[in-house]
């Protein structure tokens, strides 16, 4: 059954927000997007101002409006950011781009896979291990943290050591029900510090993977994650916040240390916002599609 829900002058453009890599195997057909919603397979287009979904099994408006972020008011975001011409451009460019709220558990598992790998290889392994689960299905959803420990490891471990760590986290969150949760209350810097080196080290999970878990599943808007496009991005449109890092002890090599992530995150924290994690992906894009026509 085909429902509409009024988005009232709220942004929303998915073709952005489905498809600037903050989530995986979601894909455009027939002008809507389809994905795994919650266990239901969705669909998800805008017309007008209104958004058109279908789910089966049926979701309810909530659980669509809260994926989507749309209790969150993106036009106060925008009005809280910097009043500089660079940014004025990323927002109006990718207006619309909105910030998933993801199932942590698929979140996690998608970015443990991710690192060194690209966006097209992502889907492919992240498909492989889908269809392994849940082989008579045709486009099937990612397996919950028990169906992954009944399944076999790959035969050519072409995830290494990223297979174990997945394990081990299954095995945490059968464990601990409640562990997503808890590091959705914790604020910020202790979720991330608990996540990248504290007693509660996932692993896996890096510093700029840790970000991307906390930003697109776990409600933290102030997380900046920064990878080689997002530092590309810094670079070319805000020098100065790569000096302001120098002179704060950040030392730009070809593999950045813990110490000039932490310190280039936090100036990005500084001058953006407690949102900043909304312009992160407007910059992530600018720089990925070298866009140079936002200039």
Same mark, same amino acid.
């Given at each position: 059954?085909? *429902?509409?829900?009024?988005?009232?002058?709220?942004?929303?453009?998915?073709?952005?927000?489905?498809?600037?890599?903050?989530?995986?195997?979601?894909?455009?057909?027939?002008?809507?997007?389809?994905?795994?919603?919650?266990?239901?397979?969705?669909?998800?287009?805008?017309?007008?101002?209104?958004?058109?979904?279908?789910?089966?099994?049926?979701?309810?408006?909530?659980?669509?409006?809260?994926?989507?972020?749309?209790?969150?008011?993106?036009?106060?975001?925008?009005?809280?950011?910097?009043?500089?011409?660079?940014?004025?451009?990323?927002?109006?460019?990718?207006?619309?781009?909105?910030?998933?709220?993801?199932?942590?558990?698929?979140?996690?598992?998608?970015?443990?896979?991710?690192?060194?790998?690209?966006?097209?290889?992502?889907?492919?392994?992240?498909?492989?291990?889908?269809?392994?689960?849940?082989?008579?299905?045709?486009?099937?959803?990612?397996?919950?943290?028990?169906?992954?420990?009944?399944?076999?490891?790959?035969?050519?471990?072409?995830?290494?050591?990223?297979?174990?760590?997945?394990?081990?986290?299954?095995?945490?969150?059968?464990?601990?029900?409640?562990?997503?949760?808890?590091?959705?209350?914790?604020?910020? *810097?202790?979720?991330?510090?608990?996540?990248?080196?504290?007693?509660?080290?996932?692993?896996?999970?890096?510093?700029?993977?840790?970000?991307?878990?906390?930003?697109?599943?776990?409600?933290?808007?102030?997380?900046?994650?920064?990878?080689?496009?997002?530092?590309?991005?810094?670079?070319?449109?805000?020098?100065?916040?790569?000096?302001?890092?120098?002179?704060?002890?950040?030392?730009?090599?070809?593999?950045?240390?813990?110490?000039?992530?932490?310190?280039?995150?936090?100036?990005?924290?500084?001058?953006?916002?407690?949102?900043?994690?909304?312009?992160?992906?407007?910059?992530?894009?600018?720089?990925?599609?070298?866009?140079?026509?936002?200039?």
């Amino acid at each position: 059954m085909l *429902h509409r829900l009024r988005l009232h002058g709220e942004p929303l453009d998915l073709n952005l927000t489905m498809d600037c890599g903050q989530i995986f195997r979601w894909n455009k057909q027939d002008d809507y997007w389809k994905g795994w919603l919650k266990g239901s397979s969705v669909a998800l287009k805008v017309e007008d101002d209104e958004l058109l979904y279908r789910s089966n099994p049926e979701l309810d408006e909530e659980a669509i409006s809260s994926f989507l972020t749309l209790d969150i008011d993106y036009q106060a975001i925008y009005r809280g950011f910097p009043d500089d011409e660079m940014t004025r451009k990323l927002i109006l460019k990718y207006r619309g781009l909105r910030i998933l709220r993801q199932d942590p558990w698929e979140c996690f598992v998608s970015y443990i896979i991710s690192a060194s790998m690209s966006i097209r290889t992502i889907n492919s392994v992240l498909d492989r291990i889908c269809r392994q689960a849940y082989p008579t299905i045709d486009t099937p959803p990612i397996p919950a943290p028990s169906e992954f420990l009944s399944m076999r490891p790959p035969r050519r471990h072409y995830l290494g050591k990223k297979w174990k760590y997945i394990e081990k986290l299954a095995k945490t969150v059968i464990r601990n029900r409640n562990l997503f949760d808890e590091y959705r209350t914790m604020g910020y *810097h202790d979720a991330w510090n608990s996540l990248v080196k504290g007693n509660r080290h996932v692993f896996g999970v890096g510093p700029k993977v840790a970000d991307c878990v906390l930003l697109f599943s776990l409600d933290k808007f102030e997380a900046f994650p920064i990878d080689r496009w997002v530092l590309r991005g810094l670079k070319r449109y805000y020098p100065i916040l790569i000096r302001t890092a120098n002179e704060e002890g950040a030392r730009m090599t070809k593999t950045m240390s813990l110490r000039t992530y932490s310190i280039l995150s936090e100036v990005s924290r500084r001058y953006f916002g407690r949102y900043c994690g909304v312009l992160q992906e407007c910059l992530f894009l600018a720089s990925r599609l070298d866009d140079s026509g936002i200039l």
